[in-house]
T-cell receptor, first 113, second 113 residues
Framework: DAEITQSPRHKITETGRQVTLACHQT?????MFWYRQDLGHGLRLIHY???????NKGEVSDGYSVSRSNTEDLPLTLESAASSQTSVYFC????????????FGPGTRLLVL | AQSVAQPEDQVNVAEGNPLTVKCTYS??????LFWYVQYPNRGLQFLLK??????LVKGSYGFEAEFNKSQTSFHLKKPSALVSDSALYFC???????????FGTGTSLTVIP
């Protein structure tokens, strides 16, 4: 069955370190998204991609970057981790024939000390 | 500004009673509207969506939602609540001409045995 996975599921890092969170989907979806979930804020969009080599900034993109070298993967990099980036991160994808519906990964819980 | 609001952070209902989780939207044009459910330590799961047509939309696990354009609402309902329905519910809006998803802040539903 097609799925979307994230790794690691839990991560502890120190302030200033570079961290990369992986997202892999086997739906063959063109569209991929990264969100962060914080109490009282719901989900906020960090970056998104509509296809290979396409990346776009979302609502809270500062301090994050993504790259899309193939259809299946959209890794999220925190260039220099900050305590304010402690959060739960969700990857999602969508594609034909149902472009509007997003399918979410299980999430990565990141703690920045 | 575009937004989706869930006015109740917490909803408690007795098992077997009908439940309603409220959502109002401020999304221009003819928006697409979604409900997602999140169980503890899991990603969001799609429940149902409204694109166009019949205002009453039926989804997974016996849930339904009613689109009301005049009241700009999209409330989630279920005739008889189960303990297993206890989870966090998110209402999401999407402009039919855009690519930005607008998430509500979530409503925690507790079904009391």
């Amino acid at each position: 069955d097609a799925e979307i996975t994230q790794s690691p599921r839990h991560k502890i890092t120190e302030t200033g370190r570079q961290v990369t969170l992986a997202c892999h989907q086997t739906w063959n979806h063109n569209n991929m998204f990264w969100y962060r979930q914080d109490l009282g804020h719901g989900l906020r969009l960090i970056h998104y991609s509509y296809g290979v080599q396409d990346t776009n900034k979302g609502e809270v993109s500062d301090g994050y970057s993504v790259s899309r070298s193939n259809t299946e993967d959209l890794p999220l990099t925190l260039e220099s981790a900050a305590s304010s980036q402690t959060s739960v991160y969700f990857c999602a994808s969508s594609g034909t024939p149902d472009q509007e519906t997003q399918y979410f990964g299980p999430g990565t819980r990141l703690l920045v000390l | 500004a575009q937004s989706v609001a869930q006015p109740e952070d917490q909803v408690n209902v007795a098992e077997g009673n009908p439940l309603t989780v409220k959502c109002t939207y401020s999304v221009s044009g003819n928006p697409y509207l979604f409900w997602y459910v999140q169980y503890p330590n899991r990603g969001l799961q799609f429940l149902l969506k409204y694109i166009t047509g019949d205002n009453l939309v039926k989804g997974s696990y016996g849930f339904e939602a009613e689109f009301n354009k005049s009241q700009t609402s999209f409330h989630l309902k279920k005739p008889s609540a189960l303990v297993s329905d206890s989870a966090l519910y998110f209402c999401v809006g999407l402009r039919n001409t855009g690519n930005q998803f607008y998430f509500g802040t979530g409503t925690s539903l507790t079904v009391i045995p």
